[in-house]
């Protein structure tokens, strides 16, 4: 009995993490969880056929984040990161609420480093139209310490610019001076990557924002976060063996693989297009 | 009886036109209708909940353009015309074989005043990566007149650009002349805007591509072939009020009455947000 119970316990650690996207951008958190826990199997799901998610409406964005989760539950994950700022921006709460395996957002672990790092709590946050209008962010680091002053930017050019390749040059040069101009008279010493692209163009971002502003990328934090929830909670896998990993996709998109390969920094097997907006109407 | 069959023509000459894009760039073409047909009923169809379409795989762009096409029909228009230059890339022969209404797509119209205008027969094409991809321009032209020499570049950041209003300045210049750089050495004489976005910036492209090219915008031409295919089956509206407009979003986009008002150069009502993915599942 005993041996059983515990092969039982092996095969239900042994369950893999379930991280989405709107498209690949969550690939930056996913290769940190990577890192952190490479005996974990982890899936990752980029919602390619309806990115990008960041200038749609709340409203939409929740229920593709809510088909989403029900598709990696049925895929028996035993925790969810929403790799995505915007879904994290306006659906975290919903998602805790609705399914019982522990859940993590990008928002929380950016805002808890970013209050860390800053010494005079003046913060800024630069992300998509949706999350900045959320008020997130603001709305989290308040929480954490209701001495921080935040300051918000949208660039939303920012996503095509990566997701097209333009990760240097003048152009990408010229369009962060533009947005981050917004902050030259904040006196922010501290700046949170708020979207899951922008670890891409941080080296830009950085030189453009000076040296004495700090860049946040809460890929890496967010996968802390991973870890000790899930050792916390008896989660994590006992196998030693390295991690599998699948990739779903909502669209077989090419720039997915050719620039997804940039962000992990190896090679994508097992891809798989999958419908998942047919699970919620059924 | 033969006011009644009076009657019953009237209400189906009534019926409206549906124009549908991915999201806002179609308004080009529906206002150039719009201007043409000022008595016809009008219903704009923008998917700007899955918006854009440039980018993502011709599967799945077919897929979208036929859930929306049984929108349309389920709304009893009486013609469709496909105001995106993907979709009518990748679906027009499809959509055409599907239905019985008349269908007109952009490709054709454009390349009919391409060839009329050129006289070197060397003409570039610009447009989303899948258009390009498709070969649909190069086809068409060579079908026109098989002399032509046709030369395409993919320019997928002027969509952004134009959605986020970058519509002049130097940013937008800079991304315009490293993509139309393709054509230095091909010496055209004329370039068709295979992207309905691409008119907001034509005088940009014209500029930047010198005054030895004739710019091709293909909405008033499809507008033109509009009222030609409904004159010749006996299709026009025989009222002479002027027509009803209507507007189907699949999702509350903000971005869509901003920028569509100034497509449009006026003020937008009815508009309705609409779910269609469920119609081919169900």
């Given at each position: 009995m005993a041996s059983a119970t515990e092969n039982k316990d092996k095969a239900s650690l042994a369950r893999?993490?379930?991280?989405?996207?709107?498209?690949?951008?969550?690939?930056?958190?996913?290769?940190?969880?990577?890192?952190?826990?490479?005996?974990?199997?982890?899936?990752?799901?980029?919602?390619?056929?309806?990115?990008?998610?960041?200038?749609?409406?709340?409203?939409?964005?929740?229920?593709?984040?809510?088909?989403?989760?029900?598709?990696?539950?049925?895929?028996d994950?035993k925790?969810?990161?929403?790799?995505?700022?915007?879904?994290?921006?306006?659906?975290?709460?919903?998602?805790?609420?609705?399914?019982?395996?522990?859940?993590?957002?990008?928002?929380?672990?950016?805002?808890?480093?970013?209050?860390?790092?800053?010494?005079?709590?003046?913060?800024?946050?630069?992300?998509?139209?949706?999350?900045?209008?959320?008020?997130?962010?603001?709305?989290?680091?308040?929480?954490?310490?209701?001495?921080?002053?935040?300051?918000?930017?949208?660039?939303?050019?920012?996503?095509?610019?990566?997701?097209?390749?333009?990760?240097?040059?003048?152009?990408?040069?010229?369009?962060?001076?533009?947005?981050?101009?917004?902050?030259?008279?904040?006196?922010?010493?501290?700046?949170?990557?708020?979207?899951?692209?922008?670890?891409?163009?941080?080296?830009?971002?950085?030189?453009?924002?000076?040296?004495?502003?700090?860049?946040?990328?809460?890929?890496?934090?967010?996968?802390?976060?991973?870890?000790?929830?899930?050792?916390?909670?008896g989660l994590?896998n006992k196998s030693?063996?390295?991690?599998?990993?699948?990739?779903?996709?909502?669209?077989?998109?090419?720039?997915?693989?050719?620039?997804?390969?940039?962000?992990?920094?190896?090679?994508?097997?097992?891809?798989?297009?999958?419908?998942?907006?047919?699970?919620?109407?059924?």
């Amino acid at each position: 009995m005993a041996s059983a119970t515990e092969n039982k316990d092996k095969a239900s650690l042994a369950r893999p993490i379930g991280v989405f996207d709107s498209g690949l951008g969550g690939l930056t958190v996913f290769s940190e969880i990577q890192k952190a826990l490479p005996c974990e199997n982890l899936i990752y799901f980029g919602d390619t056929a309806r990115v990008p998610y960041g200038a749609k409406s709340p409203k939409i964005v929740e229920r593709y984040t809510m088909e989403i989760v029900n598709f990696l539950e049925a895929c028996d994950v035993k925790m969810i990161v929403i790799a995505c700022n915007t879904s994290t921006a306006i659906a975290y709460k919903k998602v805790k609420k609705r399914i019982k395996i522990p859940v993590i957002g990008v928002i929380d672990p950016a805002c808890a480093i970013a209050s860390e790092m800053s010494e005079t709590g003046r913060i800024g946050i630069i992300g998509t139209k949706i999350t900045v209008q959320s008020g997130a962010y603001p709305e989290r680091l308040k929480a954490v310490n209701p001495a921080i002053k935040a300051f918000q930017k949208d660039c939303p050019l920012f996503v095509p610019l990566v997701e097209e390749g333009f990760t240097e040059g003048e152009i990408i040069d010229l369009v962060a001076k533009k947005y981050l101009r917004e902050f030259d008279d904040k006196d922010i010493d501290t700046l949170i990557l708020g979207c899951t692209h922008y670890p891409l163009i941080s080296d830009i971002i950085a030189r453009v924002s000076g040296p004495g502003v700090k860049i946040i990328n809460s890929a890496e934090q967010t996968a802390m976060a991973v870890k000790e929830t899930l050792g916390a909670r008896g989660l994590l896998n006992k196998s030693k063996k390295e991690g599998k990993r699948r990739f779903y996709l909502t669209d077989a998109s090419v720039n997915f693989i050719r620039i997804g390969e940039k962000f992990l920094k190896r090679k994508m097997q097992n891809i798989k297009v999958v419908k998942v907006w047919d699970i919620l109407l059924q």
